[in-house]
């Protein structure tokens, strides 16, 4: 498998799983009609799941907290 398609896919279920645990959270502490709900879960997930890049051959994350990439 390319690595570009390595990165997507990890990006898809990082944010998915991200996704479902801040909708579950959020969802059970405060109860917000359907459509905030998922839309603060997300923007949530999206700014708190790491992006995993393509550089070249090699597989890197950027975690949201960190200003330099890290090679994996």
């Known amino acids: 498998?390319?690595?570009k398609s390595?990165?997507?896919i990890l990006n898809l279920i990082v944010f998915g799983v991200l996704f479902v645990?801040?909708?579950?959270?959020?969802g059970t502490l405060i109860?917000?009609?359907y459509l905030p709900l998922l839309l603060?879960?997300?923007v949530l997930a999206s700014f708190c799941?790491?992006?995993f890049l393509a550089k070249g051959e090699e597989l890197w994350v950027k975690?949201?907290?960190k200003k330099t990439p890290i090679k994996c």
């Open 6 to 8: 390595k990165a997507l």
């Open 1 to 3: 498998m390319r690595v």
């Open 40 to 42: 603060g879960s997300a």
């Open 21 to 26: 645990i801040f909708r579950a959270g959020i």
């Open 31 to 33: 109860p917000l009609p």
């Open 49 to 51: 799941s790491p992006k």
């Open 63 to 65: 975690l949201p907290w």
